[in-house]
């Protein structure tokens, strides 16, 4: 049996470039983790990964771009997803019982990233498409985003949906008083990372885009440890929902079940 990891980042210097062009260093305490030791493993997409790989066991990495992703660039990020899937490609292309890919989409261009999805899975052979939470101030279930989720259906490739740091204000309310450092793992892989990914997934359930969409995938990582409280609310908010909707009963997988490949 083949050991598949399916949440296995990466990041190239051209997005930490756009990050930083943007201020998202001082706004995202999740981007100063892409330093040091592990921005270089983030970065390496060749022998050294390959290494840690056969070290650990692991047979093929799905690799997707580390959070935030794209969510926080504008119109620039239509060409910087396009640069950035063709080298994700080549590097599948060399090792291709290795790796694995899902998609770098310009979320914030709905229509350009739900063609960019349709591209890399028909074209590149790309297995699906990771969102991290949040586009800008909008959360997953809002209207404009709603050309991605058929285009994931239409390919066939579920979504990933992979957690970003929670808004400022939230941060300060909930996950603040502490030391910087404290402050910054509470509200991220701590704890928050996970809240927000689960909340982001309940609200899809809610604004019943499993309903619309009936065939959409969707993948939850980081919140495998709120499995069970993502169940039993969307249990609990059937009847609002009402006895025939479909929500209630959407579709979803955890990161322990695995990709196809």
């Excluded at 309310?173 to 996970?194: I, K, N, Q, R």
Aim: net charge negative; aromatic share 6%; proline share 5%.
């Amino acid at each position: 049996m083949k050991l598949i990891g399916i949440e296995e980042h990466f990041l190239t210097a051209e997005i930490r470039d756009a990050w930083s062009a943007i201020g998202l260093d001082a706004t995202d305490p999740s981007v100063a983790f892409h330093s040091g030791a592990i921005k270089g493993r983030l970065l390496d997409l060749a022998q050294d990964r390959l290494a840690l790989m056969d070290e650990t066991g692991l047979d093929v990495q799905v690799l997707s771009l580390t959070t935030p992703a794209l969510h926080d660039l504008g119109l620039e990020s239509v060409d910087l997803a396009q640069r950035t899937n063709d080298a994700l490609a080549e590097v599948v292309a060399r090792h291709p019982k290795r790796f694995q890919a899902m998609a770098t989409l310009p979320v914030s261009m709905p229509e350009e990233a739900a063609l960019e999805l349709e591209r890399c899975v028909g074209t590149l052979g790309f297995k699906g498409t990771v969102l991290c939470g949040k586009v800008g101030q909008r959360n997953l279930d809002d209207p404009t985003l709603t050309p991605i989720f058929q285009s994931a259906q239409a390919s066939g490739g579920p979504i990933l949906i992979h957690p970003r740091v929670p808004d400022a204000a939230v941060r300060a309310a909930y996950y603040s008083g502490f030391t910087p450092e404290v402050d910054a793992a509470f509200a991220t892989y701590a704890l928050g990372w996970h809240y927000e990914a689960g909340i982001q997934f309940l609200r899809l359930v809610l604004a019943g885009t499993f309903d619309r969409i009936p065939g959409l995938q969707v993948i939850l990582g980081h919140p495998s440890s709120l499995r069970e409280t993502c169940e039993r609310h969307v249990r609990g908010y059937s009847c609002c929902l009402g006895a025939d909707s479909r929500s209630r009963h959407a579709r979803h997988r955890h990161d322990e079940v695995g990709c196809p490949v």
